[in-house]
């Protein structure tokens, strides 16, 4: 899933540079404008909140973004995670991003994100709290609802590579422990790689300006 996700980020990215190619020196629209936004899926799925900020110039994006009060709620976890009773909860996770335009609308980004998890495991037998670190890269495509309003949706996926966490003694991602019965148990503590795809509804300031 990784080489198919990989292959096709960077076939759309060969694509649009190509199609780009003779038109470097083009002036694209809403350059050097402020947007926020918030994830929509986000609140469903996982509780809390998240609210991103990203500026553009003609052709370099930056972002960052921040979620708050998450959680890895049953439907959402693996067999494992539910053998173990594992309640999950990312009181933050955050990092900036940056980017490339190939249109007005459609980019590429490399983000950078640390995410601080809170895991009960066994209705309390063992608790971990680290901080994971990811690098997610993605495409994103904006649609603007309407042409007077900078009001707009951000269509975006991506791919988040796990670069390890701050928790030590571990066997690769593997945190072992032994219950309150004497077994011995496994836990991954990689939580928060693998693909991800939302839809944010985002602001532009000055849109029409």
Known sequence: MKKTFVFVLLTIISYSSYAQSEKTN?????????????????PFLLGGFNINVTYMTNRWVFDYSHGMSLEIRDFLQTDVQKALDTKIELPWTTGPGIGYRFTQNLDARLDFKAH??????????????????????????????????????????????????????LNGDEFNFTDNEGNSRKFNTDISSGIGVNIALIYTFGRNK
Request: aromatic residues 18%; proline residues 1%.
């Open 116 to 169: 601080r998890n809170e895991i009960e495991l066994l209705n309390g037998q063992q608790e971990l709290e680290y901080t994971q670190f990811t690098i997610g890269p993605g495409v994103f495509y904006r649609l603007y609802l309407g042409k007077k309003t900078g009001f707009g949706l951000e269509a975006s996926a991506r791919y988040w590579f796990d670069f390890g966490n701050n928790l030590e003694n």
């Open 26 to 42: 083009k002036e694209f629209r809403y350059s050097n404008k402020f947007s926020i936004g918030t994830d929509l899926a986000q």
